[in-house]
């Protein structure tokens, strides 16, 4: 059988890096390539269902024992357009709190001074990049994790859930749940393997909401614009003025939400300002929104209907609100972590996840820890022993049901 650790360095070799600006699904054709090898892995290994779907999706069953539930495993082929994907030299090295040489040419250090999350790390054998791309462990991490505790199930055999695997492509360009086939898929419910730091579990997630507001205004001779122009730049100005400064990203953490203004434009006649809202609680995000609103008709009023207009958008929601009923997935996602000897920890993302969207499809799915760290950066690295840890807590999960 292969270690978690071999398999992860074979899939980083592959290039899967997702492309924002390509319409098509997969955005990148080159995802294909480790889609169509993980089949041949899956075949190999038994799953004799697994294939790949025209979009790049793989999917895949082990059978387990009737009456007992049937559980999806989710992980994403894509690595984040963040920082360069291709060409990863990953290496293995013991970690014992000393400064970490990531690349002799560049004097590239990987050094707990920067990273203090290192110091948890001492004594075991770290994956790490040569400073010069990501690693990939989010999220090949996940599937390493996935794949290796699917051939312990059907190497040991004996009592054990059905279990539903799930590849997708393009999570990071936030497109991992738009062609995601959940009544072909099939699980009860599943798990998405794309968290961070052992022991975390999420299941709370921002609602978020965009803002669009166009600010009109009059132009003229700046020579001759007594009494007659009306500066869209100004108004623009004067409404984000109007707007709690304390709810910026920059002020905010844990459960605080924010209004973030993301893009700005403008001329004399016309001009534009784009925001993204999120908040845990759905009703205050409602509050944002009323915020603006009140804003525009303040301006509204001051310079006459149809100063400003103002558009808002839900884009997801926390999926805390479907899971909340369901709690039991939680608690056994919890129970099988502290098996395998991890610290379970509650943490609100302050963002979505492919888990959110999949939940309000009706198949509720909680992300799970993969033991990576650093991600979308070129210091991202995983420790090999965090990772076998994740395979136990995923055949606890698949075993203790
Ligand atoms: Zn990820």
Do not use: W
């Not at 590239?108 to 990049?129: F, M, Q, W």
């Not at 993302?349 to 950066?377: F, K, M, V, W």
């Amino acid at each position: 059988m292969e270690t978690v650790s071999s398999r992860f360095l074979r899939y980083v070799s592959f290039d899967t890096q997702s492309d924002e600006n390509s319409q098509s699904c997969p955005s990148t054709e080159k995802q294909k390539r480790l889609g169509q090898a993980l089949v041949e892995e899956m075949l190999q290994m038994g799953i004799r269902d697994a294939h790949m779907d025209t979009h790049g999706y793989v999917y895949g069953t082990v059978p387990g024992e009737p009456g007992l539930p049937t559980i999806g495993l989710i992980a994403h082929m894509d690595t984040a357009p963040d920082a360069p994907g291709a060409n990863i030299r990953a290496k293995i090295v013991p970690y014992d709190g000393k400064d970490i040489l990531l690349n002799e040419e560049r004097q590239i250090y990987l050094r707990e001074a920067d990273y203090p999350i290192l110091n948890r790390s001492r004594g075991k054998h770290l994956i790490v990049t040569d400073g010069t791309t990501l690693l990939g462990a989010d999220d090949k991490a996940g599937i390493a994790e996935i794949l290796t505790a699917a051939e312990r199930l059907i190497a040991a055999g004996g009592k054990h859930a059905t279990v539903k695997i799930g590849f997708t492509p393009d999570e990071e360009i936030g497109r991992g749940a738009d062609l995601f086939d959940v009544p072909g898929f099939g699980a009860d419910y599943a798990y998405t393997m794309d968290g961070g730091t052992v022991g975390e579990i999420e299941y709370e997630n921002f609602n978020a909401a965009s803002a669009k507001a166009l600010f009109h205004g009059l132009n003229i001779h700046p020579g001759s614009a007594k009494g007659k122009m009306v500066n869209a730049m100004y108004i623009a100005m004067e409404f984000q003025s109007l707007l709690p400064v304390e709810q910026k990203p920059e002020y905010t953490d844990g459960y605080e939400g924010f209004i973030h203004l993301t893009h700005m434009e403008g001329e004399v006649e016309c001009s534009k300002l784009a925001y993204i809202l999120r908040d845990h609680d759905l009703q205050k995000l409602n509050e944002k929104k009323r915020i603006m609103s009140d804003a525009a008709a303040f301006l509204n009023a001051k310079y006459g209907e149809g100063t400003v207009e103002l558009t808002l958008k839900d884009s997801y929601y926390n999926m805390k609100q479907c899971i909340l009923p369901h709690m039991e997935i939680v608690e056994r996602a919890k129970e099988a972590m502290v098996k395998a000897g991890m610290q379970p920890r509650e943490v609100p993302i302050r963002g979505g996840t492919d888990g959110a969207r999949l939940s309000y499809q009706g198949l509720l799915c909680p992300n799970l820890c993969t033991g990576g760290e650093n991600y979308h950066g070129r210091f991202e690295f995983i420790p090999v022993e965090d990772m076998e840890q994740c395979v136990d807590m995923l055949e606890h999960i698949l075993r203790d049901v």
